[in-house]
């Protein structure tokens, strides 16, 4: 399964998801993320929280969701957004038509400085719980119905 993680600035809450799923699903799902507004840059406090749990992050990079919507971009089979910004934005055509999911999270850059390592540990947390609860199924069967029931349920 091909899923794509959106967020405003992709340096966060998207890098996180998608080193969660890329790193859990064992070649199930392979993820990428991308923003409408991207920072640019990955936050400094993902990479290092990412690296203590172990995960790779050699190539995490800030990006633009228009990287995802050309004719040479990966046809995506889910949409997942993690922030309030995105979910609301106008998001580009994907072939396809993928599932589309609203996974919504607290921005932890947005915490005071010293709360941040508390903050990122908390939104880690939060969407490891949702992309175990996806990697617990058998989604490679189920129906597009059934697979978008169980996106919304996580996200709920």
Known sequence: M??????????ARS??????????SDGRIKAWSA????????????????AEKG????????QSW?????PDAPVMDAVI??????AGEKCPYWPGAPLRAHWGIEDPA????????EAFETAYKLLAAKADALLALPFEVMTQGDLQTVFDRIGA
């Not at 923003?35 to 990412?50: E, I």
């Not at 995960?55 to 800030?62: H, I, Q, V």
């Not at 947005?110 to 390592?117: E, F, I, K």
Request: hydrophobic residues 35%; negative net charge.
């Open 35 to 50: 923003g409408s507004k991207p920072a640019g840059r990955v936050h400094p406090q993902s990479l290092r929280l990412l």
């Open 15 to 24: 890098i996180l998801l998608e080193s969660i799923l890329n790193h859990r």
């Open 110 to 117: 947005a915490a005071a400085p010293d709360d941040q390592p």
């Open 66 to 70: 228009d990287d995802y919507a050309g």
């Open 81 to 86: 957004t993690v922030c309030g910004s995105a």
């Open 2 to 11: 091909n899923i794509l993680v959106l967020c405003t600035g992709n340096s």
């Open 55 to 62: 995960f790779p992050t050699d190539g995490l990079s800030s």
